[in-house]
């Protein structure tokens, strides 16, 4: 009888753990965190928000004084994981925003994207687009055969931008967690190797110069490019 076995991985190559990684794109930039370079700027940047909305579902935050915040920073800076960026918006000339590889595993090709925080400043421009493809991009040419993104469950703006992003939907943990003395149930989403070429085409057009007219508004939506390659949608944004 005919063993059912999964995959043979001979040939793959356990890939590198991200080291004094720029990644630098045509809209945003982003580099290792650290308290001297970005902590006064990123702090200013994320009081924009001025109801703190953007810490809603983060473990820490929101945080009062700059000293407060440094000590955060200066608590993340330099550790291998989670690798955090400071991401400036190139237009704007602003470090507005964070985002970290997170529980990196290459010896099973995985690695998460998370702790992302974008300021009012940095939110729903293309420079916070090409800053989640960028951390993709440098993955999957790095090796990794899985993209991991998660998010509390009760997080719709984060479920949504992750289908948009073309990360499929894989279901919920319940339970999961305990988050500032309340539950989170997680939400889990994923790309993976094999999806990457398509992606990666999709992202490529959407960034386009061309993809945009004079006043900035897109002519094609990353959604719309992204949609027809997800292996599962969220119920909650596709319903």
């Known amino acids: 009888m005919t063993r059912d076995l999964s995959e043979d991985l001979t040939g793959w190559q356990v890939p590198a753990a991200p080291v004094d990684l720029c990644l630098t794109g045509n809209h945003a930039i982003l580099k290792p965190m650290s308290a001297e370079a970005h902590a006064e700027p990123l702090l200013k940047a994320f009081q924009t928000d001025r109801e703190g909305r953007i810490w809603d579902y983060l473990p820490y935050g929101p945080f009062d004084t700059l000293d407060e915040f440094e000590g955060w920073v200066r608590n993340f800076e330099g550790k291998n994981d989670p690798y955090f960026f400071a991401i400036e918006r190139l237009d704007k000339k602003l470090v507005c925003g964070v985002a970290s590889f997170l529980r990196i595993s290459p010896k099973d090709g995985s ?68 988050v500032k003395g309340r539950n989170r149930d997680t939400a889990w989403f994923a790309a993976i190797d094999k999806e990457w070429p398509a992606l990666s085409q999709a992202f490529e057009t959407y960034l386009s110069p061309d993809n945009f007219r004079a006043d900035g508004s897109q002519k094609v939506s990353l959604s719309s490019l992204t949609e027809p390659l997800l292996h599962m949608k969220d119920p909650m944004v596709s319903g």
Do not use: D
């Open 111 to 178: 690695i998460e994207v998370g702790h992302i925080n974008f300021s009012p400043l940095l939110q729903k421009s293309v420079a916070a687009t090409e800053a989640m493809y960028l951390m993709m991009k440098w993955a999957f040419e790095a090796g990794y055969r899985r993209y991991e993104w998660k998010c509390n469950a009760l997080n719709a703006g984060s479920r949504r931008a992750a289908q948009r992003l073309g990360l499929s939907y894989e279901g919920i943990f319940r339970q999961a967690t305990v």
